[in-house]
C-alpha cells in the first residue's frame, strides 16, 4: 500500500529550527506534486508549502522567508527546513502527496500520518 510517512517533529525553543522528511513508499509511476500543511489544536488544516514536479514552489505567506521546501527525487522524499520558528507554527504537519501509483490509472491524493511540532520556551 502507498504510503507518506513523516519524520522529524518535535519540541524546539522559539527561534529554533526543524527539519522534517516525508518518504513515499510503495510502487510509483510517478509523483505530480508533494507538499506540506498543518493543523494547530483547535484550527482548521491550513496550506503551509508545495513543490510541483518541475520544481516550482508555493509558501503560505506566515512562513515566506523562514520555511523551505526541498525534494530528494531518487528517494522520493520532500523536506521541509523550518527556521526562526514561532510558537504560532505549534501545529501537527501533514506530508501531501498528488501520485499515480503505477497499479493505478487515476492519480490519487494521499496524506501522512503526522508529525506534531512543538514551539515553545
Known sequence: QLQLVESGGGLVQPGGSLRLSCAASGIIFSINAMG????????????????TSDGSTN???????????????????????????????????????????????????YWGQGTPVTVSS
Open 59 to 109: 509558501y503560505a505567506g506566515s512562513v515566506k522567508g523562514r520555511f523551505t521546501i526541498s525534494r530528494d527525487s531518487v528517494e522520493n522524499t520532500v523536506y521541509l527546513q523550518m527556521n526562526s520558528l514561532k510558537p504560532e507554527d505549534t501545529a501537527v504537519y501533514y506530508c501531501n502527496a498528488e501520485i499515480l501509483p503505477i497499479s493505478e490509472v487515476v492519480v490519487g491524493t
Open 36 to 51: 506540506w500543511y498543518r493543523q494547530a489544536p483547535g484550527k482548521q488544516r491550513e496550506f503551509v508549502t508545495s513543490m
